[in-house]
């Protein structure tokens, strides 16, 4: 099983959508869970960090079940701007490195 | 906002060559990593380094990579005798450190590896 698991997509939705990503993690020891958004060719970066609680910055909500080992990203009133590869990333213990899912691709279409 | 920054943004290299790929972390940042991305795949962690030595390192970094930081402001990554499936992109990225693993990572814009 991989360590981070994630729709493959592509998601082609179009502007003013609602849009869910979800993500499944496998090492029931992780402990800090994050969204990234990668551009095409481009450097991942830190969109929002993921809370048990669930928490919100924006048009973007995340939430965590840590019983499934499940994250899950909702994009709401989507923008073309918003076109891009989400990685859904966990770190394992403390000071150890983050692992990425290989992402899933958003496109918004006007 | 402070930034990590990669130097080459491209590099193109014959096939047993050594290259080196330069990054400066963010000043107050404590914790270094290289990590890769081929095209179309997962970005994968290479190796960490904090205090001035290696803390953790994948089975990817092998006796043809090591990493260094010379002067107290860059951290090297040099590969030594470099393959075709070297080609990636790789990433140096930075971290404060001190939020207990739960503070994100700032990345750099990558350097793009061409092995011919």
């Known amino acids: 099983r991989k360590e981070v698991e994630q729709d493959p997509g592509p998601f082609n939705v179009p502007e003013g959508a609602t849009v869910a990503f979800n993500c499944t993690y496998s090492?029931?020891?992780?402990?800090?869970f994050f969204w990234y958004r990668q551009d095409c060719r481009k450097e991942p970066k830190l969109l929002m960090s993921?809370?048990?609680s669930g928490n919100e910055d924006g048009r973007f909500t995340a939430q965590l079940n840590r019983a499934s080992q499940y994250i899950s990203l909702l994009i709401r009133d989507s923008k073309l701007s918003d076109s891009a590869t989400y990685l859904c990333v966990v770190n394992k213990l403390g000071n150890t490195p983050l692992v990425f899912g290989k992402g899933t691709r958003l496109s918004v279409i006007a | 906002e402070p930034e990590v920054t990669q130097t080459p943004s491209h590099q193109v290299t014959q096939m047993g060559q050594e290259v080196i790929l330069r990054c400066v972390p963010i000043s107050n940042h404590l914790y270094f990593y290289w990590y890769r991305q081929i095209l179309g795949q997962k970005v994968e962690f290479l190796v960490s380094?904090?205090?001035?030595?290696?803390?953790?390192k994948s089975e990817i970094f092998d006796d043809q990579f090591s990493v260094e930081r010379p002067d107290g402001s860059n951290f090297t990554l040099k590969i030594r005798s470099t393959k075709l499936e070297d080609s990636a992109m790789y990433f140096c990225a930075s971290r404060v450190g001190t939020g207990g693993g739960k503070d994100g990572y700032t990345f750099g814009s990558g350097t793009r590896l061409t092995v011919v």
């Open positions: 090492n029931s020891a992780s402990q800090s």
């Open positions: 380094f904090y205090n001035n030595e290696i803390s953790e």
């Open positions: 993921v809370y048990s």
